[in-house]
């Protein structure tokens, strides 16, 4: 079993910053790392994913430049900074561990709010 628990999210201008933070527990950390997002009366849609064997990232278009995906093996965390905010990044923001390729354990998510 593995816990999440993001961190970091909260309201800023648009042209903000905000750096996310995810926490995992319960296992050892080698598996690939994801941040997803879900916008209100919307799917939830794939942001960005990190690798563990390979360390390769990946980003839906919308975010790359802006973006960036990083983890800290060391500490468990995996961390998603975003900068020149949008207000069309407003979601909420859900980290997720993928296990025999299924995004199988999932954070409680964090709210990001991006004002105009």
């Known amino acids: 079993q593995v816990q999440l628990v993001e961190s970091g999210g909260g309201l800023v201008q648009a042209g903000g910053s905000l750096r996310l933070s995810c926490a995992a527990s319960g296992r050892t950390f080698n598996y690939a790392m994801g941040w997803f997002r879900q916008a209100l009366g919307k799917e939830r849609e794939f942001v960005a994913v990190?690798?563990?064997?390979?360390?390769?990232?990946r980003y839906r278009d919308s975010v790359k430049g802006r973006f960036t995906i990083s983890r800290d093996n060391a500490k468990n965390t995996v961390y998603l900074q975003m900068n020149s905010l949008k207000p069309e990044d407003t979601a909420v923001y859900y980290c997720a561990a993928q296990v025999g390729g299924t995004w199988k354990y999932w954070g409680q998510g964090t709210q990001v709010t991006v004002s105009s």
């Open positions: 990190h690798g563990w064997s390979d360390g390769v990232t």
